[in-house]
């Protein structure tokens, strides 16, 4: 089956660095995303990878290691305003995308 | 980045009448749309995928004649909630895409069945 895995939640500090890991297991590979949620509202468009490798933007950065079925989203600098849930996800052979459950990243001042 | 534009935000309806959500992408040919909802506190959940011309195909478990879904343009989908429940109160969120490129999400609709 395919399956994508994230941490449920975690903590960081305001203007500390955290790094939220994502493993899966797919039926073909054509794309990695990262997504960030605010509660309420919908999901908004942070990284895609597609060859391994580090993407930098900004603040934010994303790994994907495809031999290992592993990305990270990195967070830089963090802000109250991170706090939100980062979705993981990966298209798949059919070009549909597989979610992962999202983790949740609570900032503390 | 391109915009998708979902219509309504949020919508209040009696129980067994039917709600239409919009989606539509403004600024380039979506070849494909995704429906999916999202329960408090949960992930997304894909409902359906759509082609412009062919028919949805519906995720297992989701009702296709009560989640009716059209595609009639590259830049038009609907989704029709039918004799809407309580239990169907939830956020619906659309996304297009252009083949393979990253999904771009409506803003989600928020639908309250009273």
């Known amino acids: 089956g395919q399956n994508i895995d994230q941490p449920t939640e975690m903590t960081a500090t305001e203007g500390a660095i955290v790094q939220i890991n994502c493993t899966y297991q797919?039926?073909?590979?054509?794309?990695l995303f990262w997504y960030q949620q605010h509660a309420g509202e919908a999901p908004t468009f942070l990284s895609y990878?597609?060859l391994d490798g580090l993407e930098e933007k900004g603040r934010f950065s994303s790994f994907l290691s495809r031999s290992k079925g592993y990305s990270y989203l990195l967070l830089k600098e963090l802000q109250m305003k991170d706090s939100a849930s980062y979705l993981c996800?990966?298209?798949?052979?059919?070009?549909?995308?597989?979610w992962g459950a999202g983790t949740k990243l609570i900032i503390k001042p | 980045g391109a915009v998708v534009s979902q219509h309504p935000s949020w919508v209040i309806c009696k129980s067994g009448t039917s709600v239409k959500i919009e989606c539509r992408s403004l600024d380039f040919q979506a070849t494909t749309m995704f429906w999916y909802r999202q329960f408090p506190k949960q992930s997304l959940m894909l409902m359906a995928t759509?082609?412009?011309?062919?028919?949805?195909?519906?995720e297992q478990g989701v009702e296709k004649d009560k989640f009716l879904i059209n595609h009639a343009s590259l830049t038009l989908s609907t989704l029709t909630v039918t004799s809407a429940h309580p239990e169907d109160s939830s956020f619906y969120i659309c996304s297009a895409t252009q083949g393979a490129t990253e999904a771009f999400f409506g803003q989600g609709t928020r639908l309250t069945v009273v």
């Open positions: 996800a990966v298209m798949d052979s059919n070009y549909q995308l597989i």
């Open positions: 990878n597609v």
């Open positions: 759509s082609n412009e011309g062919s028919k949805a195909t519906y």
């Open positions: 797919t039926s073909g590979f054509n794309g």
